[in-house]
């Protein structure tokens, strides 16, 4: 019988999925075609799948697995990849709010968190172009969880939750699953001075460990991505480190956000748990923002500031009176509200629906003629790959799409 307790954390969770979802959803919807230059890409992946049985590019196969199967549901190739993102994507809120209220005690705090993570500019860039790292933050988020909870109770059903969930990152996305790593590894280092004790945070780190070194032996298993993470290792190794002068107003939000994260590390210094999620988060926010990565790079490491967004969002309701924390709450989303409206304008194709049609046009008397179109700007290709299966281009190479 499910308890009151739970039932109304139930609710919570589905009222923040579908504010989320709806948050989302609008501006996905606002075009016929795909938005992103790689949002064509996913509809290749997809049809590749159902006709084929094997993806065109050679990618971690959990996204378009997940895309396929809203297609064959939905049977419009568009609407199944705009709709199992919004989807897939609003569904992280749900560990965000566990974790969350787990240790601050605060279902507004889970609640802001959740929707933290849904309304922001990182996200509305991911969602709407980088898909499969969008997905994948599903299972980064439950990885989290499961991680937390194992620190807290060392349960057999919480370490089996936490290698399923790292599994399924790694299935998803490379820099998904690089944060999972490096949670595990700050959570088992951090665990030294604020527990004395390094067994409860020791499987997590462990496993995450054994995965990589199991990618690396097997890289073919998340189709190559490894290979991604050793380029951007090479690169920076290679690189002359000067800064990056690059919308630099994010950094100085990363270094906010630290600033708050490390400062409520301090204060919460009673809740190990919290204190350590709070002090990685911080490091987080910081080296994803770092200007001294290369700009390639940058700007997709970025992106992955919504996470130590949500949990700086969560964790600065702790007060025991749920009604501060409601209005610090609304207060907090309506300014996030308001810096995400302009951000919408990013959720847009590549090419105007005109572009397209005229693309499907040169395409068909390609065929008619030469057979085979060589289109080598990816942000028509992929757009060309959804029409037809004769054209030809320059590969992906080491991109984190």
Known sequence: MISKENYIDAIA?????????????????????????????YAVQVRWLVERGELKYADPPLAFLLLTAFYLVLGDLFLAVKLGS??????????????????????????????????????LKLYSDFIKNSIGLLWLNLFLLFEIRYMQDSSRKNLVGLIVALVLTALTHILDYGVALFYAISLFLLSIPFTRDIKKALPGAAIAFL????????????????????????????SDLEPVVMQQHWFILALALSVALFAKSYFSRDNSEMA???????????????????????FRFRLMTNIPLAYAVGMALTSKKEGENLVAAILI???????????????????????????????????????????????????????????????RGNTLG
């Open 211 to 238: 995965s990589f070194a199991g990618l690396v032996a097997a890289p073919w298993v998340v189709g190559g991505d490894v290979r991604k993470g050793f380029a951007f290792i090479t690169q920076l190794a290679e």
């Open 86 to 123: 919004v989807l897939l994507t609003s569904l992280a809120v749900l560990p965000i709010y566990l974790l969350v209220k787990r240790l601050t005690s605060s279902r507004i705090a889970g609640i802001a968190a959740g929707l933290a993570f849904a309304i922001n500019p990182f996200t």
């Open 333 to 395: 989303l309506a300014l996030l509200l308001v810096i995400s409206l302009p951000a919408m304008g990013v959720v847009r194709p590549s090419i105007p629906p005109p572009a397209y049609q005229e693309l499907k046009d040169a395409i068909a008397k390609c065929e008619a003629t030469v057979g085979k179109a060589r289109i080598p700007d990816v942000r028509l290709r992929y757009w060309a790959e959804t029409i037809s299966d004769n054209v030809e281009g320059a590969s």
């Open 276 to 298: 350590m999620l709070c002090i990685a988060s911080g490091m987080l926010a910081i080296l994803v923002n770092l200007p001294i990565l290369p700009r390639n790079w940058l």
């Open 13 to 41: 969770i589905i009222f923040t999925y579908i504010l989320a979802v709806i948050f989302l959803l609008h501006p996905m919807l606002s075009t016929p075609l795909l938005p992103g230059i790689d949002g064509p890409y």
